[in-house]
């Protein structure tokens, strides 16, 4: 097996494995995807005819998918209580739910009755678009994943990686972080203390770094940041490439996609002023059209989707560029959890639960207010997500058909750079690293190697934000005050609130005399403190090293 040196994660957004590559034509009969076996079909809404899934998905949608816990159990069939017997055949009666108002979930306790309208007021402000459920088992055609379904079939496929939890993005992302969401099944704004690969490469002597634009999620977990050591370990999404090419990659890279939502919806309407080329994530929230315009929209490029494609590329053809940097790196692409959008395959039951118990403030706002269903013993996962790993020592065509989670993410970093350490949690011991799809003796050259240039773009989107960040807040742009932003970005605008106080109670100074004009403004002004002071950092341990 190759002598791997360096470990690179790129986790988009919200992707299941059907929806982007479920009509890969992949040679191995091996590989699970819609153009064997089938036919691949969900019930209508209220007992309609079945959904088939067909490759006519467009890179837009006009509501997003809901992925909240509760949804994803009644997407899988999972029914309240007996057995777990997951089916995967509710998917477009939970988008047409969403689509008709009518998915606000129903929450019990003290509060309860209070936080269900709401919830309800919350929903009522998206207009219904009525008979779209059946859009959610639309699959991506091969033609509209340029990047990474060159990559599936020029590398390794993993078609039994399933995201760690039924439920939203935090959790999943926690799992690749600490192998535990710590109790938690929705996105829970609060710091969370789990320890986490970062900290045990670092107890063997093994460096890491964070390349983000904007607000990444990775936050969540202070004591990655709370310390001027730590916190100089976070770069501009831009420095990537060039610490490739500089040959400065640490044992660990973990890469963030812009998650801040462009200005416009991809038809442009409203027109606000300002560049919509923001975000990089794939996220469908960030890929949006109004009801009326969906049918008659044509794909112009200039997408999220997009520029999610466009930013694969940029990472893959940094390596590609340094050839001796490559041939001893090992790339993973995947995304945090499906978003609601259909795959066939059930997830796994009877794994082990990661065994935290759940933090005393989630028991205590149980109490005052819980969602009404039973408590989640972490012993299923949740839906399959798209997971390509990328090396010279990986022969085209391979398909890894283990049964992986994110948890694998800090098993495999912990066999490569830590054999001898403990693991994380019960979860990660269990679970499978990805590392053994490296099987070539030699390394592949880059004659046999796909040339994924013309996918980067003359701008490199998903780096374009890195400027914004290195210049300071005083370079955050103006944003219009009618600009419509998804609601899943409340949750990065909270964090970076957080963030910003913690920043101001130690005192860097970056963050002093903060004067957002709205709460977007202040995530993207906080982001840019952010990168000043670790910039800052890393000057300072330059200049009195030791």
Not at 63 to 70: A, F, I, R
Not at 225 to 238: F, G, K, L, V
Not at 436 to 462: C, H
Request: hydrophobic share 40%.
């Amino acid at each position: 097996m190759a002598d791997i040196d360096h470990v690179v994660v790129l986790m988009l957004e919200n992707r299941s494995f059907d929806h982007m590559l479920g009509f890969l034509q992949h040679p191995d009969p091996e590989f699970d995807g819609l153009l064997r076996g089938g036919r691949y079909t969900n019930p209508g809404w209220n007992g309609g005819s079945p959904v088939a899934a067909t490759p006519q998905a467009k890179r837009v949608l006009p509501v997003g998918p809901d992925h909240s816990h509760d949804a994803v159990l009644e997407q899988l069939s999972v029914p309240a209580f007996g057995p777990r017997r997951p089916s995967n055949q509710g998917f477009v009666t939970s988008y047409e739910r969403k689509c008709r108002g009518l998915a606000a979930p129903s929450f019990g306790g003290l509060l309860g009755p209070l936080v269900n309208r709401l919830v309800s007021r919350r929903a009522a402000k998206t207009a219904p678009a009525p008979e779209r459920g059946p859009l959610v088992m639309l699959c991506q055609p091969p033609e509209q994943i340029p990047v990474l379904g060159r990559l599936a079939l020029d590398f390794a496929v993993c078609t039994r990686w399933f995201c760690s939890v039924p439920g939203e993005t935090w959790p999943n992302r926690n799992y690749a972080h600490a192998a535990t969401s710590d109790g938690e099944t929705e996105i829970a704004l609060r710091p969370y203390t789990d320890r986490t690969i970062f900290e045990l490469l670092e107890e063997h002597g093994q460096s890491w770094h964070v390349y983000h634009d904007d607000t990444p999620q990775l936050w969540a977990f202070p004591a990655l940041w709370d310390t001027p050591e730590r916190h100089a370990n976070w770069y501009p999404s831009a420095d990537f490439a060039a610490h490739v090419a500089a040959g400065m990659l640490p044992a660990y890279s973990w890469i963030e996609p812009n998650h801040r939502p462009p200005l416009h919806t991809p038809d442009h309407q409203p027109v606000l002023g300002g560049s919509p080329s923001l975000s990089t994530s794939q996220h469908p929230e960030n890929n949006g059209v109004a009801n009326a315009a969906y049918d008659a929209y044509v794909d112009d490029g200039d997408t999220d989707f997009a520029r999610g494609e466009s930013l694969i590329a940029m990472v893959y053809e940094a390596l590609r560029a340094n050839p001796d940097v490559f041939q001893r790196t090992l790339l993973l692409i995947t995304y945090d959890e499906h978003g609601g959008l259909y795959d066939h395959v059930p997830p796994p039951v009877g794994v082990p639960s990661p065994g935290d118990p759940i933090a005393l403030s989630g028991r205590l706002l149980g109490a005052i207010f819980h969602r009404r269903t039973p408590a989640f013993d972490f012993t299923m996962l949740g839906p399959r997500v798209p997971a390509v790993v990328v090396s010279p020592y990986v022969s085209a065509g391979t398909v890894d058909g283990q049964t992986h989670d994110h948890a694998s993410i800090p098993a495999t970093l912990r066999a490569l750079f830590a054999p001898q350490a403990a693991p994380l949690t019960a979860r990660d011991a269990w679970a499978a690293p990805f590392h053994r799809s490296l099987t070539l003796l030699k390394p592949r050259t880059d004659a046999d190697l796909p040339d994924l240039s013309a996918y980067v773009g003359p701008a490199r989107p998903a780096m374009a934000a890195s400027a914004d960040l290195a210049a300071g807040p005083e370079a955050v742009p103006d944003i219009p005050t009618d600009a419509k932003f998804p609601h899943y970005y409340d949750d990065f605008v909270a964090q970076a609130d957080q963030v910003q106080q913690h920043l101001a109670d130690v005192g860097e100074p970056e963050v002093a005399g903060s004067d957002a004009r709205q709460p977007v403004e202040r995530a993207v002004e906080v982001s840019a403190a952010f990168a000043s002071a670790a910039s800052r950092h890393r000057e300072e341990a330059a200049a009195h090293p030791g």
